[in-house]
């Protein structure tokens, strides 16, 4: 990977792009989707980025997968699809492209090519990680399989290849409760996240839930106070909780899910006010088709998730670096585990 200097005088050597009025109102219509919370000296200086970029994602015949915490210039700009790492990793069995960029953090990438390992899948920035998938190894699973014989383990997806290849099934925010309630085994393991675990043995209290330590660095930082506090000075608003949050945080939300959980409710129930706990840019996202909905509050930003940008999003597709390997055989063990989460998920919601 070239530095940032050598980057950016490549892409200059390569592409025009200086801020430009005439490229940001001739992508007035990506800009309609985003105008209420990027400013139009922005959108001048993001438009030629997603220009060249939408024109490479054609002749590299590539498809940008999104995650809900992208920005909105990269969520509303160049993604072909959005949602959360259920929805991407849904998508990504259907990707008939050769080329997939990730626009998430690395185990979503990882996923993606799991799932297509014939194809080509680019994350524009190797450091977009995620604590929880740095919390555990393959010998962590070994350590609680010991602990607790026999009981399967359900890994939420946000883990390496190798701890999926452990696992016995994968597991989302937005199906934690119903895979788990789905294992025939009184005692289930959920790892790396002891939160979402928390939160799913009070949604399932039939089954006896045991967890490795791990936690998001972004949703651990909410407290119940702030909440409470908050609820105090607007008694109107409606808090919705992604369970990644402490059990005490979800206690006092009137709503949690996943991202496009979160969403889905908004867009429902339109709040005149709401306030997300979870990642910053989830607000930003959808704040132009809810105009009716005020987004207050506190939120926490996802360093790894904020690793992506519009300018290492065009040099992985003008480069084609930053491809995602991962050994055959432990992604045809990781991919079992993965499929396994989708049949079952596909079948519960049926
Ligand atoms: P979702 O599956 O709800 O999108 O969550 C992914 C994630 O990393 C949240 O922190
Ligand atoms: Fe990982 Fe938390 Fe960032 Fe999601 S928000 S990618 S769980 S660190």
New binding site residues.
Partial sequence: MLDQIALRAELADHYDLSPSTETAEANAHLYARMSRVVSPPDWAIFAPYVAAINRLKAERNAVILA???MTPEIYHGIADVV??????AIEATKVEAGVIVQC??H??AETSKILNPAKTVLIPDREAG?S?AESITPAGIAEMRARYPGAPVVSY??TTAEVKAASDICC???NAAQIVAAQDSDTVIMTPDKYLAQNVAKQVPQKRIVWWDGA?I??ERFTAQDLRDFRGWNPETRIIA???CPPDVVAEADFS??????IDYVAREQPPKALLV??CSMASNISDALPGVEFVGPCNM?PY?KKITLENVLWSLHSMQGAVEVDPEIAARARVAVERMIDLSRRLSA
């Fill in positions: 995650h809900n915490y949602g959360d790492s259920l929805q991407l998430g953090v185990f979503m995620c929880l997806v946000n989302t925010s937005a998001c972004v949703h992604h369970p990644e899910g996943s991202t496009s959980g979160i979870t990642e996802c998730m």
